[in-house]
Protein backbone atom coordinates (compact mmCIF):
# COMPACT_ATOMS: atom_id res chain seq x y z
CA UNK A 1 0.00 0.00 0.00
CA UNK A 2 1.29 3.15 -1.15
CA UNK A 3 1.82 6.19 1.50
CA UNK A 4 2.74 9.63 1.70
CA UNK A 5 3.97 11.28 4.55
CA UNK A 6 4.11 15.08 4.39
CA UNK A 7 6.19 16.90 7.31
CA UNK A 8 7.80 20.77 7.67
CA UNK A 9 4.40 22.47 7.97
CA UNK A 10 4.03 25.29 10.69
CA UNK A 11 3.42 29.17 11.47
CA UNK A 12 5.64 31.74 9.80
CA UNK A 13 5.68 35.03 9.28
CA UNK A 14 5.29 36.86 6.12
CA UNK A 15 8.37 36.84 3.94
CA UNK A 16 9.60 33.73 5.79
CA UNK A 17 10.74 30.32 4.62
CA UNK A 18 9.83 26.87 5.15
CA UNK A 19 10.30 23.38 3.62
CA UNK A 20 8.02 20.63 3.27
CA UNK A 21 8.80 16.96 2.76
CA UNK A 22 6.94 14.44 1.34
CA UNK A 23 8.36 10.81 2.10
CA UNK A 24 6.46 8.35 -0.41
CA UNK A 25 6.68 4.05 0.83
CA UNK A 26 5.18 1.36 -0.73
CA UNK A 27 5.68 1.95 -3.85
CA UNK A 28 7.65 -0.53 -6.05
CA UNK A 29 8.14 0.96 -9.95
CA UNK A 30 8.61 4.31 -9.18
CA UNK A 31 6.20 7.29 -9.82
CA UNK A 32 5.02 8.97 -12.86
CA UNK A 33 5.21 12.48 -11.00
CA UNK A 34 5.18 13.80 -7.65
CA UNK A 35 3.71 16.82 -6.12
CA UNK A 36 2.38 19.32 -4.22
CA UNK A 37 -1.44 20.81 -3.68
CA UNK A 38 -2.90 23.26 -1.24
CA UNK A 39 -6.44 23.96 0.20
CA UNK A 40 -7.05 27.06 1.95
CA UNK A 41 -10.34 26.96 3.61
CA UNK A 42 -13.34 27.99 1.48
CA UNK A 43 -11.62 27.00 -1.29
CA UNK A 44 -10.97 23.90 -3.91
CA UNK A 45 -7.57 22.13 -4.07
CA UNK A 46 -4.90 23.94 -5.99
CA UNK A 47 -1.70 22.89 -7.78
CA UNK A 48 1.17 24.19 -6.45
CA UNK A 49 4.09 22.26 -8.44
CA UNK A 50 4.62 18.63 -9.60
CA UNK A 51 8.18 17.14 -10.79
CA UNK A 52 7.87 14.08 -13.64
CA UNK A 53 9.79 11.50 -13.52
CA UNK A 54 12.28 12.81 -15.86
CA UNK A 55 12.78 15.86 -13.46
CA UNK A 56 10.77 18.35 -15.60
CA UNK A 57 8.61 21.03 -13.13
CA UNK A 58 5.88 22.79 -13.26
CA UNK A 59 4.42 25.55 -10.97
CA UNK A 60 1.44 27.71 -10.14
CA UNK A 61 2.02 31.13 -11.60
CA UNK A 62 1.15 32.86 -8.29
CA UNK A 63 4.70 30.87 -6.79
CA UNK A 64 6.78 30.86 -9.56
CA UNK A 65 10.23 32.32 -8.41
CA UNK A 66 9.42 31.96 -4.38
CA UNK A 67 8.88 28.17 -4.10
CA UNK A 68 11.36 25.29 -5.69
CA UNK A 69 10.21 21.64 -5.71
CA UNK A 70 12.83 18.86 -5.52
CA UNK A 71 13.43 15.69 -5.19
CA UNK A 72 15.92 13.01 -3.46
CA UNK A 73 17.88 10.32 -5.94
CA UNK A 74 16.03 7.96 -4.96
CA UNK A 75 12.89 9.32 -6.29
CA UNK A 76 10.95 8.46 -2.85
CA UNK A 77 10.85 12.06 -1.36
CA UNK A 78 9.91 15.15 -2.58
CA UNK A 79 10.62 18.84 -0.99
CA UNK A 80 9.12 21.92 -1.69
CA UNK A 81 11.46 25.24 -0.49
CA UNK A 82 9.03 27.97 0.00
CA UNK A 83 10.44 31.35 0.49
CA UNK A 84 8.75 35.12 0.33
CA UNK A 85 5.68 33.26 2.12
CA UNK A 86 2.95 35.25 2.13
CA UNK A 87 -0.21 35.51 3.87
CA UNK A 88 -2.29 33.99 1.20
CA UNK A 89 -0.05 31.01 0.60
CA UNK A 90 -1.67 29.76 4.49
CA UNK A 91 -3.36 26.60 3.43
CA UNK A 92 -3.11 22.67 3.96
CA UNK A 93 -0.41 21.31 1.89
CA UNK A 94 -0.98 18.17 0.36
CA UNK A 95 1.48 15.74 -1.56
CA UNK A 96 0.47 14.01 -4.41
CA UNK A 97 1.80 10.87 -6.25
CA UNK A 98 0.86 9.45 -9.30
CA UNK A 99 1.75 6.10 -10.42
CA UNK A 100 2.49 4.64 -13.74
CA UNK A 101 -0.39 3.41 -14.13
CA UNK A 102 -1.79 6.80 -13.28
CA UNK A 103 -3.22 6.07 -10.17
CA UNK A 104 -3.34 8.94 -7.51
CA UNK A 105 -2.27 8.62 -3.58
CA UNK A 106 -2.54 11.64 -1.72
CA UNK A 107 -0.94 12.55 1.96
CA UNK A 108 -2.89 13.53 5.18
CA UNK A 109 -1.14 16.89 4.76
CA UNK A 110 0.59 19.52 6.59
CA UNK A 111 -0.98 23.40 7.36
CA UNK A 112 1.18 26.28 6.47
CA UNK A 113 -0.04 29.38 8.22
CA UNK A 114 1.52 32.80 7.10
CA UNK A 115 1.03 35.22 9.88
CA UNK A 116 2.58 37.91 12.02
Known amino acids: QVQLVESGGGLVQPGGSLRLSCAAS????????MGWYRQAPGKERELVAI???????IYADSVKDRFTISRDNAKTTVYLQMNSLEPEDTATYYC??????????WGKGTLVTVSS
Open 96 to 105: NAQTRALINY
Open 26 to 33: GIIFGFNA
Open 51 to 57: ITSGGST
